[in-house]
């Protein structure tokens, strides 16, 4: 089973609301991550967990703020969103955060208004 | 700062039709290569990968992709496309021991029936 799902598959905000965007994954992979994807743009890293650690953060605001509650879980926090933020959030999954193959959720298509 | 180029913004083929898309990467060390495949309506999806040895690699669906490391590339080729690989196609490397993946612009393929 190679299956990363994300939920929910689709979210509305208003620029004061605070949600949350959820993934998992049940491989036994110990290194998670979330991606932004713009339209007829490539996805851009954001954040990258190994072992329930932040190892990376690509500069991100602080209005994004993800946690690894285990291993198996990924979450990505959202609050005071800006309207180009909408995008596809897609969350990845590897063995470890050396050389392996990431596999992706569907992503959750975020619209922020 | 590793780039991803694949130099072609949008492939119109035929059926039948052979495919070769282009990407060329810079980054000085090694590197592990990717490419995934989006259709439309869908999540990322590995074709295939090369980490090392045969530098020509077999993927899905009939898919190649040949590393020439002296020429920092790694082209995409099918020798005969079908309607149902119409879809966008992405480039992606990450350092050796270090899953920092960096996506090219991608490419988008539509194939005529």
């Known amino acids: 089973d190679t299956e990363v799902t994300q939920t929910p598959k689709h979210l509305v905000m208003g620029m004061t609301n605070k949600k949350s965007l959820k993934c998992e994954q049940h491989m036994g992979h110990r290194a998670m991550y979330w991606y932004k994807q713009k339209a007829k743009k490539p996805p851009e890293l954001m954040f990258v967990?190994?072992?329930?650690?932040?190892?990376i953060n690509e500069s991100v605001p602080s209005r994004f703020s993800p946690e690894c509650p285990n291993s198996s879980l990924l979450n990505l926090h959202l609050h005071a969103l800006q309207p180009e933020d909408s995008a596809l959030y897609l969350c990845?999954?590897?063995?470890?955060?050396?050389?392996?193959?990431?596999?992706f959720g569907p992503g959750t298509r975020l619209t922020v208004l | 700062a590793q780039s991803v180029s694949q130099h072609n913004h949008h492939v119109i083929l035929s059926e039948a039709a052979s495919l070769e898309l282009g990407c060329n990467y810079s980054y000085g060390g090694t590197v592990n290569l990717f490419w995934y495949v989006q259709y439309p309506g869908q999540h990322l999806q590995l074709l295939l990968k090369y980490f090392s040895g045969d530098p020509l690699v077999k993927g899905i669906k009939g898919f190649e992709a040949e590393f020439i490391k002296s020429k920092f590339s790694f082209n995409l080729r099918k020798p005969s496309v079908q309607w149902s690989d119409t879809a966008e196609y992405f480039c992606?490397?990450?350092?050796?021991?270090?899953?920092?993946?960096?996506f090219g612009a991608g490419t988008r393929l539509t194939v005529k029936p």
């Open positions: 990845a999954s590897s063995q470890d955060r050396t050389e392996d193959t990431q596999y």
């Open positions: 967990y190994s072992y329930e650690k932040l190892s």
């Open positions: 992606a490397v990450n350092p050796y021991n270090n899953n920092d993946m960096r």
